[in-house]
């Protein structure tokens, strides 16, 4: 197969986590036969630096051409100022939802070579930390109005999350595929004691939890879940939230497995193409010092092979070889241990690529 694949580096580690992806990939594409040919795009600081706008019309249309679209991470301090309309992360969201996705799965697995690293008790950790969150990506009060007015001399702030019935729907239909894919369970997190929106969501997960008989569904507040994850993460197999929720959840649920720079993650809509991306951000405080962990970039190529190619045995070739690594004892600083050897972010890339 031959892939057109649109590459945003972005800012702070950004490069360096997407240059060794780019050569895992190339690596595992000469493997099996196939070629990727990757383009470069602007978005983010790096874009308001280049042409003062985070995301130009020429890197938006090429995504929306693109088979598929793999981004490093955008942000940081340098661009804290720029106008809200502006700011580095207005690029990610109007790409997700110019192309469209809405559908957001952040794995939250533990690694057994770095159980050790979860801040969790290991009591609790030995019954397994194995669930996804399936988070809706582009509703809710990210995209409602925002507004900031002077009323008597005094500011006033407002931002409006709004749901539909369809937008609820399909985000429930992909949390019920994905279960059955899985440990066929799905824990639907709102926040209904309060929130109309919430209320609406609870209504349309309950209608089409009957056109699931086969998968376990049960509701759960979203503050009782920000406690459950870290009491007993092993309850969970895949989580379904709105936007919000789901941003705070997943970092939560990253963090327990104690290795934020492993976890990747996919964006996925209608059509098959979508973007993937490691979940943790852009790190300024370690860029291009080769430090970083490109493993959660790694991860969400081999998330792209699979989800939008199509290609189960070479997405496996990847995890695979993430795994081989470990294994042998390879380890970048965040998640070094004793008796481990210490490598950089391109000793990593190299490791992993000669082992596919
Ligand atoms: C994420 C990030 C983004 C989000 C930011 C950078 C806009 O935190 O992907 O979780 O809130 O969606
Ligand atoms: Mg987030």
Redesign the pocket.
């Known amino acids: 197969m031959e892939k057109h694949i649109v590459v945003i580096k972005g800012d702070g580690i950004g490069p360096e986590i997407v240059t060794e992806a780019m050569k895992v990939m190339t690596k595992t594409a000469e493997k099996f036969g196939h070629t990727f040919h990757f383009e470069e795009v602007d978005a983010g600081g790096c874009a308001i630096d280049k042409y003062g706008e985070c995301l130009p019309q020429e890197s938006l249309e090429k995504c929306l051409k693109a088979d598929s679209v793999l981004l490093g ?3 940081g301090p340098k661009w804290e100022q720029v106008d809200k309309n502006n700011r ?3 690029a ?2 109007r790409i ?1 939802s110019a192309m469209g996705l809405y559908a ?1 799965l ?1 794995p939250a697995k533990i690694f057994p070579h770095l159980s050790h690293s979860s801040p969790l008790k290991q009591e609790i950790v030995e019954k397994g930390i194995d669930f996804v969150i399936v ?1 809706e ?1 582009i509703g809710g009060i ?1 995209f409602g109005a925002h507004e900031t007015v002077t009323q008597q001399g005094e500011k006033r702030a407002t931002d409006l999350m709004a749901y539909s019935e369809q937008e609820i729907e399909r985000i429930g239909r992909t949390a019920f595929e994905t279960a059955r894919k899985r440990g066929s369970r799905v824990i639907s997190v709102d926040k209904a004691n309060v929130l109309d929106c919430s209320r609406l969501w609870r209504e349309v997960m309950h209608r089409l939890s009957s056109e699931y008989p086969d998968v376990a569904y049960s509701d759960m507040l979203v503050d009782n879940c920000a406690m459950q994850i870290v009491k007993d993460p092993s309850q969970f197999d895949v989580v379904v939230t709105e ?2 929720f ?2 705070i959840l ?2 939560e649920a990253s963090m327990i497995t104690g290795s934020i720079g492993m976890i990747p ?1 996919s964006s996925l809509g209608e059509s098959t193409n979508g973007m993937y ?1 490691p ?1 943790h ?1 852009s790190a300024p405080d370690i860029a291009g010092m080769n430090l970083a962990n490109p493993i959660g970039t790694i991860l969400s190529g081999a998330m792209m092979l699979k989800y939008s190619f199509g290609m189960q045995q070479e997405s496996q070739a990847i995890e695979d070889a993430v795994s081989k690594v470990l294994d042998e004892g390879f380890r970048t600083g965040d998640i070094m241990s004793e008796g481990c050897t210490r490598v950089s972010c391109s000793q990593m890339g190299d490791l992993i690529a000669a082992r596919i």
Do not use: C, F, T
Request: charged residues 35%; proline residues 4%.
């Open positions: 991470a955008v942000g580095p992360e207005k990610l969201l997700r957001n952040r988070r990506l990210y936007n919000m789901g941003d997943s970092d993650s991306e979940i951000g």
